[in-house]
């Protein structure tokens, strides 16, 4: 996949797996019903995926479609469906970069989907950002996000500043300010992997990495000691968070943003979901921005991914059912449903009932303030991990800055072999 500044439009087993959610399903399908199974790891909008199977079967009576969510060890029960021969016919990739796709390419088991309506419905720049080096396009992006700091205007008003500050030096200075009124500056989810790395480290090394950097280090030609840089962010947060945020999770972290205890949370919009129904109000006066790891301000750009790539397998006419899946979906009666049910940020400017966060996203990306580069779809499969891990080792002062990075070198090439 090729580096690229998005601009969005506005927008396993053989046996019944524990934890495994599943919806749709006709109670009588006809005997020859194209069989179409849709497996998943996003709990959030499994119930607006069956709503829309459901709908879509209606129309589509040849059609007999599941939907699965899984939400801890996908990509186990996903590998072990595929040794067994059992692919779902549309399933989530949660690296969506060639590294971790091309074997499934070079085998056969994924079907490109150039010709799917509603690939041909996606900008350029978006497209771009799925077409593989083989030119072909084996993802339909459905799901957007947004990764970068919820602040709170009314304490950052009060704080002083109309605006968030710009630059890395100016955030030193708000959290100096915050802090003496009382206010930690940020609410930390340290004891979440996925919290610190996904959402600070993963931000930091997309600012700082060469478009290059991942066919590099394949290569043997870099080192994370390149992105050194990205610690003056990260150590800012750590000496600004609350007390003790190494053994927070996430919902007690949104739990004391919710309470005004903090004035910035590191999460995306899900994080504002889940304050919903927890404190609408402070949702209400929030928004969503950059992280500022340089004193550049167009380094503070949102960051922008897509929170749900779907490949496609199986036969001929499960991957036309598929087509017209999606298409129902973006551009036919499905669209409806997605508003009300999935009601998510997305790649075809489906619109939907926005909270101030999801608002401030948007504004953004109908701006073109926005980026989005493609470093981490490019690492090894499950990196997510490795990068989480690494910056906890690091926030708990068990490995210093350059024995961080020098392991993430050594486990990168690990992966490789």
Same mark, same amino acid.
């Given at each position: 996949?090729?580096?690229?500044?998005? @601009?969005?439009?506005?927008?396993?087993?053989?046996?019944?797996?524990?934890?495994?959610?599943?919806?749709?399903? /006709?109670?009588?399908?006809?005997?020859?019903?194209? /069989?179409?199974?849709?497996?998943?790891?996003?709990?959030?909008?499994?119930?607006?995926?069956?709503?829309?199977?459901?709908?879509?079967?209606?129309?589509?009576?040849?059609?007999?479609?599941?939907?699965?969510?899984?939400?801890?060890?996908?990509?186990?029960?996903?590998?072990?469906?595929?040794?067994?021969?059992?692919?779902?016919?549309?399933?989530?990739?949660?690296?969506?970069?060639?590294?971790?796709?091309?074997?499934?390419?070079?085998?056969?088991?994924?079907? =490109?989907?150039?010709?799917?309506?509603?690939?041909?419905?996606?900008?350029?720049?978006?497209?771009?950002?799925?077409?593989?080096?083989? #030119?072909?396009?084996?993802?339909?992006?459905?799901?957007?996000?947004?990764?970068?700091?919820?602040?709170?205007?009314?304490?950052?008003?009060? +704080?002083?500043?109309?605006?968030?500050?710009?630059?890395?030096?100016?955030?030193?200075?708000?959290?100096?300010?915050?802090?003496?009124?009382?206010?930690?500056?940020?609410?930390?989810?340290?004891?979440?992997?996925?919290?610190? #790395?996904? *959402?600070?480290?993963?931000? #930091?090394?997309?600012?700082?990495?060469?478009? $290059?950097?991942? &066919? !590099?280090?394949?290569?043997?030609?870099?080192?994370?000691?390149?992105?050194?840089?990205?610690?003056?962010?990260?150590?800012?947060?750590? $000496?600004?968070?609350? =007390?003790?945020?190494?053994?927070?999770?996430?919902?007690?972290?949104?739990?004391?943003?919710?309470?005004?205890?903090?004035?910035?949370?590191?999460?995306?919009?899900?994080?504002?979901?889940?304050?919903?129904?927890?404190?609408?109000?402070?949702?209400?006066?929030?928004?969503?921005?950059?992280?500022?790891?340089?004193?550049? =301000?167009? $380094?503070?750009?949102?960051?922008?991914?897509?929170?749900?790539?779907?490949?496609?397998?199986?036969?001929? %006419? &499960?991957?036309?059912?598929?087509?017209?899946?999606? $298409?129902? @979906? @973006?551009?036919?009666?499905? !669209?409806?449903?997605?508003?009300? %049910?999935? /009601?998510?940020? *997305?790649?075809?400017?489906?619109?939907?009932?926005?909270?101030?966060?999801?608002?401030?996203?948007?504004?953004?990306?109908? +701006?073109?303030?926005?980026?989005?580069?493609? &470093?981490?779809? *490019?690492?090894?499969?499950?990196?997510? &991990?490795?990068?989480?891990?690494?910056?906890?080792?690091?926030?708990?002062?068990?490995?210093?800055?350059?024995?961080?990075?020098?392991?993430?070198?050594?486990?990168?090439?690990?992966?490789?072999?």
């Amino acid at each position: 996949m090729k580096k690229t500044i998005l @601009v969005l439009i506005a927008v396993i087993m053989l046996v019944p797996t524990a934890g495994i959610f599943a919806g749709g399903a /006709r109670d009588e399908a006809p005997a020859d019903a194209v /069989r179409v199974n849709l497996f998943h790891y996003k709990d959030i909008v499994h119930d607006g995926y069956n709503e829309l199977a459901k709908a879509f079967m209606a129309q589509n009576p040849d059609v007999n479609m599941t939907v699965e969510m899984l939400t801890t060890e996908y990509n186990t029960v996903l590998r072990s469906r595929d040794a067994a021969g059992q692919l779902p016919q549309i399933w989530a990739a949660s690296t969506p970069g060639e590294g971790a796709l091309m074997p499934f390419v070079n085998e056969g088991k994924i079907a =490109p989907v150039n010709d799917f309506a509603v690939v041909g419905s996606l900008s350029d720049s978006i497209r771009e950002s799925v077409t593989f080096s083989d #030119g072909n396009v084996y993802l339909v992006p459905l799901l957007t996000t947004a990764r970068g700091i919820i602040y709170n205007k009314e304490i950052f008003s009060k +704080a002083g500043y109309d605006s968030f500050p710009a630059t890395l030096d100016e955030l030193k200075q708000a959290c100096e300010k915050i802090s003496a009124m009382g206010v930690h500056p940020f609410a930390t989810a340290g004891a979440e992997g996925w919290a610190v #790395g996904s *959402n600070i480290y993963q931000i #930091g090394h997309e600012v700082f990495a060469s478009a $290059d950097f991942a &066919q !590099r280090m394949n290569a043997g030609e870099a080192s994370h000691m390149e992105i050194m840089e990205i610690f003056g962010f990260i150590d800012l947060v750590r $000496d600004n968070s609350q =007390p003790g945020f190494m053994s927070t999770d996430f919902m007690s972290s949104v739990v004391l943003y919710a309470q005004e205890q903090a004035a910035m949370i590191i999460q995306g919009p899900w994080a504002a979901d889940a304050m919903m129904d927890l404190a609408p109000g402070v949702v209400a006066k929030s928004a969503m921005t950059g992280l500022p790891f340089t004193n550049n =301000p167009s $380094d503070s750009y949102l960051y922008i991914d897509f929170d749900a790539y779907f490949a496609v397998s199986g036969s001929p %006419e &499960q991957v036309a059912a598929a087509d017209r899946f999606f $298409d129902f @979906v @973006v551009n036919g009666d499905g !669209r409806a449903i997605f508003s009300e %049910e999935v /009601r998510s940020l *997305n790649a075809f400017g489906i619109p939907f009932e926005a909270h101030a966060v999801n608002e401030s996203i948007l504004k953004q990306s109908e +701006a073109g303030t926005v980026i989005g580069a493609m &470093q981490y779809a *490019n690492a090894p499969d499950g990196w997510w &991990q490795n990068q989480g891990t690494a910056m906890q080792e690091y926030l708990m002062g068990a490995v210093t800055k350059e024995q961080m990075l020098r392991n993430l070198d050594s486990e990168w090439k690990s992966m490789l072999d």
